[in-house]
């Protein structure tokens, strides 16, 4: 009987967060091959250990989103004979993606999978902003002041975005595929334009991590039959094997804070969505660092810069002049590696960041903060999140640092599973879908 699983992760952060805990759990039960972008050394080194991914047979790089000489064209090209000689030289079961809709390559994978008559199953491996409409705002806001030019008045720039985005839709989902020798992606859903979701296109089944999302999904047109609320890994026996290192003493960890940089460099007004410039962005961003310095004395700030952020010079100057002994973290280095070393985290605003949603899961007896201290918008997705602290002005963020200070700080509720036993679920989703594929 076939049982192998074809997993496809499409960034390294992504599979670090997410997906290295469903390659746990299925690689203990089933063959896979694993297809994924550049992952970081100690990464790469945790999959080769097969006392914890004993089914992991084979990983094939992707390289999707690495830097790539080849024109639009030939690097469709590459990707689509990628995916169809992947799911024709292992003949998967079982075909898993993050999503059936978010970029070409994935697009492909799913289309070849139900072609080969395997079981398709995407799975969200980030929170999901409830309010869409709010998200193609603030899209569109970023690139009206971002990557058109400022000479031009905000009409006419706002129709050149909007005509950019139809373009790249044409490009990604018509042009592109024929150019391949494939059929046009038909239908509704469009990563660019933020149109439908993942779960309309090929997925079978659409694994959701909670009640929130899934309702969500069906607003924006997923069939409630396809969604499964399945909670993240880490609640789950993955933590155990994953998160060893969350035990290291309390005495290593005193008097560190984690803080988490987004990768704007400007930002908006919720009430009018005025901009709020990058030198002002800035001057926030040093307001809260400050903060931070001032009511916790002694403490060591370890900043960790979002991996996509290109800018940083200004902040980093700024530190090494006001808190010489705050660390600048790299970039491109795991997050998680860092959550067994602090006492506290706070971020500062963006909406669903993975990191912070993991953290809640890998550390939730520590404090865990999200900064919204100036109305920004697009920057409210933890607001009533349980495990993470929204707070929306320095008094409250002041309170409590004072809190922590003092060792009177009181954790918020913990995340807590909110489906069925995760067990039940994931036998009877592969055993549908192993039983799918021999029927045929």
């Not at 690139?143 to 975005?161: D, G, K, Q, S, Y």
């Not at 998160?243 to 803080?259: A, F, G, P, Q």
């Not at 990058?278 to 931070?292: F, G, N, Y």
């Amino acid at each position: 009987m076939n049982d192998r699983v074809l997993l496809y992760s499409s960034s390294a952060r992504i599979f670090r967060t997410t997906l290295i805990g469903y390659l746990f759990e299925i690689s203990r039960h089933h063959p896979v091959t694993l297809l994924c972008e550049e992952l970081d050394p100690a990464t790469a080194e945790l999959i080769a250990d097969r006392n914890i991914f004993p089914g992991l047979q084979e990983t094939v790089p992707v390289r999707q989103y690495s830097p790539c000489r080849q024109n639009r064209f030939r690097q469709a090209r590459r990707l689509c004979d990628i995916a169809r000689k992947t799911v024709q030289d292992c003949r998967p079961a079982i075909v898993v993606a993050p999503s059936d809709n978010d970029s070409i390559f994935e697009m492909f994978l799913m289309r070849f999978a139900r072609r080969a008559g395997a079981f398709t199953i995407s799975i969200s491996c980030v929170l999901t902003y409830p309010d869409v409409r709010a998200i193609r705002r603030y899209v569109d806001l970023l690139n009206i002041h971002e990557r058109m030019p400022a000479c031009l008045p905000i009409w006419t720039r706002l129709l050149l975005v909007k005509l950019r985005k139809y373009a790249g839709h044409a490009l990604i989902y018509w042009i592109l595929p024929v150019y391949c020798r494939e059929r046009p992606f038909w239908g509704l859903t469009s990563y660019i334009l933020h149109r439908g979701h993942s779960g309309m296109r090929d997925a079978q089944v659409q694994i959701v991590m909670h009640e929130r999302d899934a309702s969500t999904y069906e607003q924006r047109g997923v069939p409630r039959s396809r969604l499964v609320v399945l909670g993240h890994p880490l609640l789950r026996d993955a933590g155990a094997y994953l998160c060893s290192d969350r035990t290291v003493s309390t005495k290593t960890r005193r008097k560190k804070i984690l803080v988490l940089l987004p990768e704007n460099k400007i930002s908006f007004r919720r009430t009018n969505q005025a901009l709020i410039s990058k030198a002002e962005v800035h001057r926030m961003r040093c307001e809260v660092l400050s903060m931070v310095a001032r009511y916790l004395p002694g403490w060591t700030m370890l900043i960790k810069p979002h991996p996509v952020a290109d800018e940083t010079g200004l902040l980093e100057e700024y530190c090494r002049k006001h808190f010489p002994s705050a660390v600048f973290l790299a970039k491109e280095g795991a997050v998680e590696e860092t959550f067994s070393q602090v006492s506290a985290i706070i971020e500062l605003p963006r909406s669903g960041s993975a990191a912070l949603y993991t953290a809640s899961l890998w550390r939730p007896e520590i404090p865990k903060m999200t900064v919204n201290c100036y109305d920004e918008f697009y920057a409210d997705y933890y607001q009533g999140h349980p495990g993470i602290e929204y707070l929306t002005s320095m008094d409250e963020l002041r309170t409590q640092l004072s809190k922590i200070h003092s060792d009177t700080y009181v954790s918020a509720a913990p995340v807590e599973s909110e489906s069925e036993p995760a067990e039940d679920i994931c036998s009877r989703i592969l055993d549908q879908a192993i039983a799918s594929f021999n029927r045929r």
